[in-house]
């Protein structure tokens, strides 16, 4: 098999396994004319196909955890965000219920944990794995709990536990953030290390991901699949302070955490030395952001974005970098900021098929409030009609222009993850219902996913606007 040769056709991207069978029965043969295949060679990192740019591998890391000298990074330290392992009952659309959730599984955590130890002083041969419950409606399990339970561990509720996270692109939900109930919690302490923490975190699609590159920051602790197995790369991270032998006073002046930059002092000086000395480390993290989002970077190293964590250059023109910079903090105004943007001119507002500023202007408020504005779930009235949303059965938003789903975040519009994380769902093992119309409801506005809707078709259209407006990349 020594002289044996490896050909490949590339089919086309984002076709199921019927699509291309399809195409490929279409041809009858193999030897078909359209049936163009090209001979495989591995390059030297043994990719066969999509191979890597090498151009990519002279640019700077954003960071890298194997490579040793971090000083050499844009961003050094940084972060998978959260996973739970237990999302049904870490994460919810409403505080109450999550707190409902979590009570439920620390009980009978706590349930199970003194009836093991009953057990195991009259049978020291049981195991923990065969003595356990497994019903999946009062807890799930997993390798760090059943550590837990063998330790004799007993875990308490805390409300304080209790935050705001990004499940998913624009969609937040509160998050229950405590290490013995989420599976792993990587550096996201040293990020957000207290709920009333400041910062900002880049999150990028993580090795190995089937979809596009995709990029997305937020100010609040992300899961780890907001991007495909995200990394985040924070603007700050924090240590924790130590004191030594402080009196009264002075304990109450100092901080419990120390902030730091996350971005290097090397990259800094590498800017400063080709931009000028006012540029700042904010000037270079909103530079990441800003040319992250650019189609020729995207476009150019496709297959290195899938493989590796992104490499960046530095460019050669000075305005450019400024470019970058500046349009990178406008789309961190508006993607952090995403609520308060308002809607979009001429995306059409429909009550019944009524205009609802014409009902607005017709109705007493009294009867406004009679308008229903809960979610079931989102459809567009035809696969491929996307200009309007049902949004329920009395409210439309029609007049969408369709380039505000040019804007894709993590392998889906950004419209089009609002449609499909704000419905109610109800998760098959534990039975645990996750209804978007609490949050409305208890950050006291019914309008909120209207609202929402609304203001990310907004977002949709000024990040098209702006992404298309980036200085063009030479390589």
């Not at 952001?289 to 650019?294: D, T």
Request: proline share 5%.
């Amino acid at each position: 098999m020594s002289n044996a040769k490896i050909f490949y056709h590339d089919i086309g991207d984002y076709y199921s396994r019927e699509e291309k069978l399809a195409l490929i029965k279409k041809y009858h043969s193999l030897a078909h004319p359209n049936m163009q295949w090209q001979q495989l060679q591995p390059n030297e990192h043994g990719d066969w196909i999509s191979q890597r740019n090498d151009l990519f591998e002279t640019f700077i890391p954003l960071g890298d955890k194997e490579n040793k000298k971090a000083d050499t990074f844009f961003v050094p330290f940084y972060s998978r965000g959260l996973a739970s392992a237990r999302d049904s009952w870490c994460y919810n659309s409403s505080k109450t219920t999550l707190e409902n959730n979590i009570r439920t599984l620390i009980e009978f955590y706590n349930q199970q944990r003194i009836a093991y130890f009953n057990t195991i002083d009259k049978d020291s041969k049981i195991t923990v794995e065969n003595f356990i419950d497994y019903d999946s409606s009062k807890i799930t399990w997993n390798r760090g709990l059943k550590n837990d339970l063998e330790k004799n561990k007993a875990i308490d509720f805390n409300r304080d536990y209790i935050i705001t996270g990004l499940y998913r692109p624009f969609n937040k939900q509160k998050i229950y953030f405590a290490r013995e109930l989420n599976d792993m919690v990587y550096q996201i302490p040293k990020i957000f290390p207290a709920s009333n923490s400041k910062n900002y975190v880049i999150c990028v699609s993580g090795v190995g991901a089937s979809k596009d590159f995709s990029v997305l920051i937020t100010n609040c602790i992300p899961d780890i699949q907001l991007q495909f197995n995200g990394q985040c790369f924070p603007l700050y991270y924090y240590e924790k302070q130590e004191k030594s032998n402080p009196t009264l006073f002075d304990a109450a002046k100092e901080p419990d955490y120390i902030r730091r930059d996350g971005v290097s002092n090397f990259i800094l000086e590498q800017a400063q030395k080709r931009y000028g000395n006012r540029v700042t480390k904010e000037d270079i993290f909103y530079y990441v952001y800003g040319i992250l989002h650019s189609p020729d970077y995207r476009t150019r190293f496709a297959s290195d974005l899938k493989k590796m964590l992104p490499r960046l250059p530095l460019v050669e023109n000075v305005k450019d970098f400024w470019h970058f910079s500046k349009a990178g903090r406008e789309l961190a105004e508006l993607h952090i900021n995403y609520e308060a943007v308002p809607p979009a001119k001429g995306v059409i507002l429909l009550y019944n098929n009524i205009p609802t500023e014409e009902i607005e202007k017709g109705l007493q408020s009294s009867k406004m409030q009679e308008i229903n504005y809960m979610v079931t779930k989102m459809r567009f009235p035809k696969k491929d009609q996307k200009d309007t949303i049902h949004y329920n059965n009395q409210i439309t938003i029609t007049n969408i222009p369709l380039k505000a789903y040019d804007y894709i975040v993590n392998g889906k519009s950004a419209i089009e993850w609002i449609m499909e994380r704000y419905q109610i769902t109800t998760h098959k093992e534990s039975g645990i219902t996750n209804n978007p119309n609490d949050w409305a409801t208890e950050v006291g506005n019914p309008r909120y996913i209207l609202d929402l809707l609304l203001s990310i078709i907004n977002v949709s259209l000024q990040t098209v606007e702006i992404v298309n407006n980036l200085p063009k990349l030479e390589f």
